[in-house]
């Protein structure tokens, strides 16, 4: 039998949480492929192609032995022949009627399903923990004003809670395409070696996948074809790339020179050995590096698609690696994302100064287009609010404002109260609720 990729011990104890961990076992796998066995017996049963009887006396004495598993596998080379034979020293003569008909894909490819959508509702779960606490944020922080960024310069005033309404959103998103990416992967596959039913009824197919809560594969060869797998891995991609976007933003606004938020720092926490100042966004970076993994192994699940004529097996080492992987890394960068957020500290003092720096050059185009409103050039006002904005910008403790006041093609247009208007924040905010209604929060 082909082992389960694990990592270290300590990477396990560390990163996979218990939930997910234990979905990916050896022991749970072999559990799934037991439970697709005994429900194409009983379909097979129900249909009248083996006895009844059989069908309890397998039930009453079908187990597996992991270890027992192993020894056969390493004579005969096959694991689900090795596990097979394993089952039937438990079951003795009625075991017979055990794989009548299948192929080990059938089992396998049913099997999996079962493990990949158990994963998918794990995941649905933590996601919407990381939903619940993004839009808790996004409401306590709504009017919480800050400077918007584009290119890492300065634009115009946002609130910290649009931001997180930006990612509330996306992550909303996200939990759409997991759940339409376990609708996919959720299929069953009884059909024999080459997809034909030569040797099994379809109706066996349709009544297995009603019992293990899947539905029968369109069209499948010898496997249920890997575009479905790739799927569920490129959904989960792009659910970490979006929380590594997340985490990117905290790095940046954690910056020293920037401090409008910050990680939680526990009382007996450090940040550096050699210097003891330090408060590093640690979480953020392993959000970051940890989604550099996830996106890795989209790559491999698209491979995956293209098997040679109706099967190879090329596709299975990969995920034997990949899909444990994947689900419980993403498991684990949802739990910290959580945590990260909903603990997150909020320096609003800060980002009001930062707002205002170089006298609140963040208001220019309001100031240029209130210009226009009084009848000037857009390009005039343009012109003018810029070398008012640059002279500033090229000055320590340079001011926007006392600039724009003291020049005459300002003053001709603007009166006092006209361009102090122009730097009141609550002008920005003015359809915050148009979107934090679309988001519900």
């Given at each position: 039998m082909e082992r389960l990729y694990?990592?270290?011990?300590?990477?396990?104890?560390?990163?996979?949480?218990?939930?997910?961990?234990?979905?990916?076992?050896?022991?749970?796998?072999?559990?799934?492929?037991?439970?697709?066995?005994?429900?194409?017996?009983?379909?097979?049963?129900?249909?009248?192609?083996?006895?009844?009887?059989?069908?309890?006396?397998?039930?009453?004495?079908?187990?597996?032995?992991?270890k027992r598993v192993l020894e056969i596998e390493a004579e005969v080379k096959h694991d689900v022949i090795a596990f097979l034979t394993n089952v039937n020293e438990y079951v003795g003569d009625a075991g017979r009627y055990i794989h009548l008909g299948m192929t080990s894909s059938d089992m396998l490819d049913t099997a999996l399903a079962l493990q990949i959508t158990a994963s998918a509702d794990v995941l649905l779960e933590q996601l919407e923990q990381a939903i619940t606490v993004t839009r808790e944020r996004a409401r306590e922080h709504k009017y919480t004003v800050m400077a918007g960024r584009s290119h890492g310069i300065h634009a115009e005033p946002i609130t910290f809670g649009f931001k997180l309404a930006g990612w509330l959103a996306e992550l909303l998103r996200g939990r759409d395409r997991l759940v339409q990416a376990r609708k996919q992967v959720a299929v069953g596959k009884i059909s024999g070696a080459v997809g034909t039913y030569a040797n099994i009824d379809p109706q066996v197919e349709a009544k297995t996948c009603e019992l293990l809560g899947l539905v029968p594969d369109t069209a499948s060869t010898q496997v249920v074809s890997r575009d479905r797998h790739a799927d569920y891995v490129s959904a989960l991609a792009i659910v970490t790339a979006s929380l590594e976007r997340f985490a990117v933003e905290i790095r940046n606004l954690q910056r020293t020179d920037v401090l409008e938020v910050e990680e939680f720092f526990s009382k007996k926490q450090k940040g550096s050995s050699a210097m003891p100042h330090k408060r590093n966004p640690i979480k953020s970076e392993r959000i970051s590096g940890m989604a550099r993994v996830v996106r890795g192994y989209s790559i491999a699940a698209l491979e995956n698609i293209a098997l040679w004529h109706e099967r190879d097996i090329s596709h299975s080492s990969v995920e034997r690696m990949m899909l444990p992987d994947i689900s419980a890394t993403t498991h684990f960068m949802l739990s910290e994302y959580t945590k990260l957020v909903k603990n997150l500290l909020i320096y609003p003092d800060n980002m009001l100064r930062n707002l205002n720096c170089y006298g609140g050059v963040v208001f220019s185009q309001r100031v240029m287009l209130t210009m226009v409103e009084k009848g000037m050039a857009r390009e005039d006002a343009y012109r003018i609010v810029q070398r008012c904005a640059h002279e500033a910008w090229n000055k320590e403790g340079g001011d926007f404002k006392g600039l724009l006041k003291q020049d005459a093609d300002v003053t001709s247009t603007l009166s006092d109260e006209d361009l102090e208007a122009c730097f009141e924040a609550k002008h920005h905010l003015r359809n915050l609720d148009t979107i934090f209604n679309r988001l519900d929060i």
């Amino acid at each position: 039998m082909e082992r389960l990729y694990c990592p270290p011990r300590t990477l396990i104890e560390r990163y996979t949480l218990p939930a997910m961990g234990n979905l990916w076992t050896d022991q749970y796998k072999l559990q799934t492929w037991l439970q697709v066995e005994i429900a194409v017996c009983e379909a097979q049963a129900e249909l009248g192609y083996i006895p009844k009887e059989a069908v309890e006396e397998i039930k009453a004495k079908a187990k597996f032995d992991p270890k027992r598993v192993l020894e056969i596998e390493a004579e005969v080379k096959h694991d689900v022949i090795a596990f097979l034979t394993n089952v039937n020293e438990y079951v003795g003569d009625a075991g017979r009627y055990i794989h009548l008909g299948m192929t080990s894909s059938d089992m396998l490819d049913t099997a999996l399903a079962l493990q990949i959508t158990a994963s998918a509702d794990v995941l649905l779960e933590q996601l919407e923990q990381a939903i619940t606490v993004t839009r808790e944020r996004a409401r306590e922080h709504k009017y919480t004003v800050m400077a918007g960024r584009s290119h890492g310069i300065h634009a115009e005033p946002i609130t910290f809670g649009f931001k997180l309404a930006g990612w509330l959103a996306e992550l909303l998103r996200g939990r759409d395409r997991l759940v339409q990416a376990r609708k996919q992967v959720a299929v069953g596959k009884i059909s024999g070696a080459v997809g034909t039913y030569a040797n099994i009824d379809p109706q066996v197919e349709a009544k297995t996948c009603e019992l293990l809560g899947l539905v029968p594969d369109t069209a499948s060869t010898q496997v249920v074809s890997r575009d479905r797998h790739a799927d569920y891995v490129s959904a989960l991609a792009i659910v970490t790339a979006s929380l590594e976007r997340f985490a990117v933003e905290i790095r940046n606004l954690q910056r020293t020179d920037v401090l409008e938020v910050e990680e939680f720092f526990s009382k007996k926490q450090k940040g550096s050995s050699a210097m003891p100042h330090k408060r590093n966004p640690i979480k953020s970076e392993r959000i970051s590096g940890m989604a550099r993994v996830v996106r890795g192994y989209s790559i491999a699940a698209l491979e995956n698609i293209a098997l040679w004529h109706e099967r190879d097996i090329s596709h299975s080492s990969v995920e034997r690696m990949m899909l444990p992987d994947i689900s419980a890394t993403t498991h684990f960068m949802l739990s910290e994302y959580t945590k990260l957020v909903k603990n997150l500290l909020i320096y609003p003092d800060n980002m009001l100064r930062n707002l205002n720096c170089y006298g609140g050059v963040v208001f220019s185009q309001r100031v240029m287009l209130t210009m226009v409103e009084k009848g000037m050039a857009r390009e005039d006002a343009y012109r003018i609010v810029q070398r008012c904005a640059h002279e500033a910008w090229n000055k320590e403790g340079g001011d926007f404002k006392g600039l724009l006041k003291q020049d005459a093609d300002v003053t001709s247009t603007l009166s006092d109260e006209d361009l102090e208007a122009c730097f009141e924040a609550k002008h920005h905010l003015r359809n915050l609720d148009t979107i934090f209604n679309r988001l519900d929060i």
